[in-house]
């Protein structure tokens, strides 16, 4: 089971290596994390999409995430109204007589090539999960050279309460 958690935290150095540790102490699989800064000064948000087996697993770790000295709030935001995005880059295979047919290819999805090179092309993609990889299927057949995908980061809709006013941590 697919699971998105997102986490507030002071931006500070190690906090990230501890989050992921304890996750990955405990044989949870991350699929994969995103990162930056959030609407709060020194304040960062965190999101993780995980693989658990049970629906328990889930409450288990929003505790051990808790827990953290440098967590601020942890949300499992799975079952909620939530806006995700992903964000990739493909390099393609190309010559100039395909340009245009990857184009057209890509079109539909809202993507855009950002580099041209006179044997490949960068298509720019961002979108929901399925999204990306519906392009990423598309384009195959060219032959794709590279791949850099952000991974998931979400939050929840307009309509779900949002944290504000949170002042970072500081050691006096």
Known sequence: MKRI?????????????????????????????????????????????????????????????????????????????????????????STPANRNEIYSLIEPFRASIIDVSKDSVVVQVTGEFEKVEAIIDLLKPYGIKEIARTGTTAFTRGNQKAVTNIKPYSIV
Do not use: P, W
């Open 5 to 93: 958690i997102t986490l507030l935290v002071n931006n500070r150095a190690g906090v990230l290596n501890r989050i992921t540790g304890l996750l990955t102490k405990r044989h949870y699989n991350i699929e994969s994390i995103t990162v930056g800064h959030s609407e709060s000064e020194g304040i960062s948000r965190m999101t993780f999409v995980i693989h658990v087996d049970e629906e328990q697993v889930v409450e288990q770790i929003t505790k051990q995430l808790n827990k953290q000295i440098d967590v601020l709030k942890v949300m499992d935001i799975t079952n909620q109204a939530i806006v995700a995005r992903e964000l990739a880059l493909i390099k393609v295979s």
